[in-house]
């Protein structure tokens, strides 16, 4: 006992000193960056709208502040918000103060529909007879998605250029499951729902691999056709070039037409200059997107007519949610406070989601319905609007995807564990119960499913299946027969959707908007759109960093290796049993 106490001391006085020298820190970083703060930036003329994508592209950023100071318990901007790049290319391209726009780029963090929404903002600011020049060391496919549209590309003379064509990639935890004695207990309806698969095989069913080589081939022909067309090349040329991989290098990417120039920084400073008619002498007025959002954007309507723009972004969850998840609770009251706001005429809900707990998806649903009775509602997707993510889609007016967004995956599994032997022999716990009735502790992780519970849970997710189908059918007004013929859980990309009948049409958020105010009967620029959840506070996100990041090392320090293991159990016990989602980590490169 007295090494527990002397223990448990040692862990609270760990944990003050970690919060006290936290508080210490943000007072600092505080205080200098009111000191460094440059204030409300003036443009001058012959500026340069500067984009460094080196950090994730988000569907939208918080933006309470936009210095990064290593150090800090949490992310000081989290990434480079979608909308906030959108709206200042867009005020750019008629703010007679900026010339053009310099993309820095690398291999970007982001999902082919952001990109694609990003890539039309850009290809919209040309029409201004701007410039776009883009410059690199090393362009990975995203990144060269992107600079595909500039005027000018430069690379570095020893840079690298990966244009190989794309690749998606599963992991599969089978194994760690086996060396941890964590037993899955799978139930699923649907050939192709492939979620599960990373429980209990080590590689993709062929049935997944199928699903896999028709949507990945649909987005990179769509991504071919594209560069090939800003390039000025044809689509076989390109694929050509992709497939035998001819481009390595700068000489090689110079020689076929894949870049402009082979340049130096201070060469591309130079071409800058050129083009925006400077001496050699003269500095060249760099605005960056942080400094360029302060800048007053005069085309923003005042009308009290409002579009609510809905970001759901994340797994889905019950409850509240975190940050980085679309909580049932706070989504349907955010839908349903949309629908009671008089001054909101229509709503747009912009989903990025793979799915996640299915009872959470119904809830969601269940407010869309409210919603469309009483106003327009719209569904936008983004990169990925999947499984849950597609049952939170399929109730609204209307439904809008990118050719090369991820949709579909209309299907459900459960999902439980039997992690009776982990506990057992590798941390040393063991469980005893006493039961009212046979089926009193069904679903506890400590113990084997006997056959009759197995059936009791399949039955429960057939049955979740039927709904999801069902209201499926009925938002798309397709017969039940048709829409289980491209459900059973199968992943399509959104030109693929368009073609079955899954979305309406084809576009972005801003078509989305534009759909909104037209069925709502607004006049162009007769309202204002607003976007939800708004960001948490400076202090809500100090606080919330504060808590997690000494919890986590003090946890870390206790639990030693088995932290990692912790972490998976973890993340497994927040998950409902029954889940509308797609397969897990889907990666595409």
Sequence with gaps: MRRFLSGLGSFFWYALAASTGIVLLVLFVLFFAWLLSPGDKKIKDKSVLMLRLRKPIIEKAQKDFDFDIPGLPFEASGGIGLVELKENIRKAKNDDKIQGIYLDLSAINAGFASLEELRNALLDFKKSKKFIFAYGEFFDEKAYYIASVADRIFIYPTGLIELNGLTSERTFIKGVLEKIEVKPEIFRVGEFKSAVEPFFLDKMSDASRKQTVSYLNSIYDFYLANVAKTRGMEVETLRNISDSMLVRNAESAKKYNIVTDIAYYDEVEAAIKKQLKLEEKDKINFVSLGEYEKVEDKSKSSSSNKIAVIIASGDIVSGQGDDDEIGSDKYAALIRKARLDKDVKAIVIRINSPGGSALASDVMWREVIL???????????????????????????????????????????????????????????????????????????????????????????????????????????????????????????????????????????????????????????????????????????????????????????????????????????????????????????
């Excluded at 889609?393 to 992690?419: E, Q, V, W, Y």
């Excluded at 009212?436 to 502790?441: E, I, M, N, P, W």
């Excluded at 679903?443 to 197995?454: I, L, N, Q, V, W």
Aim: proline share 2%; charged share 30%; glycine share 10%.
């Design 371 to 589: 919603a469309k009775k009483e106003k327009p509602v719209i569904a936008s997707m983004s990169d990925v609007a999947a499984s849950g993510g597609y049952y939170l889609a399929m109730g609204c007016d209307a439904i809008l995807a990118h050719p090369n967004t991820i949709t579909g995956s209309i299907g459900i599994f459960g999902l439980l564990f039997n992690a009776e032997d982990f506990l057992k022999n590798k941390i040393g716990v063991t469980t005893d119960r006493v039961n009212t009735g046979k089926f009193s502790d069904l679903g506890y992780p400590t113990r084997k499913f006997s056959d009759a519970e197995k059936k009791i849970i399949q039955t429960s997710v057939e049955e979740g299946y039927e709904r999801f189908t069902s209201k499926a059918a009925e938002g798309r007004k397709m017969e039940l027969a048709a829409l289980k013929k491209i459900a059973e859980g199968r992943v399509w990309s959104g030109a693929e959707a368009k073609e079955l009948g899954l979305v309406d049409q084809l576009g972005g958020l801003e078509d989305a908007i534009a759909l909104a105010a037209q069925k709502a009967k607004l006049k162009d620029g007769d309202y204002r759109v607003r976007y939800q959840p708004q960001s948490k506070s400076f202090f809500e996100r100090i606080k919330g960093g504060m808590e997690a990041s000494i919890f986590q090392t003090a946890l870390k320090r206790e639990l030693g290796e088995y932290y990692n293991y912790f972490k998976l159990l973890n993340r497994l016990q927040k998950m409902d049993f029954i889940q509308a989602r797609m397969p897990y980590e889907l990666n595409i490169h």
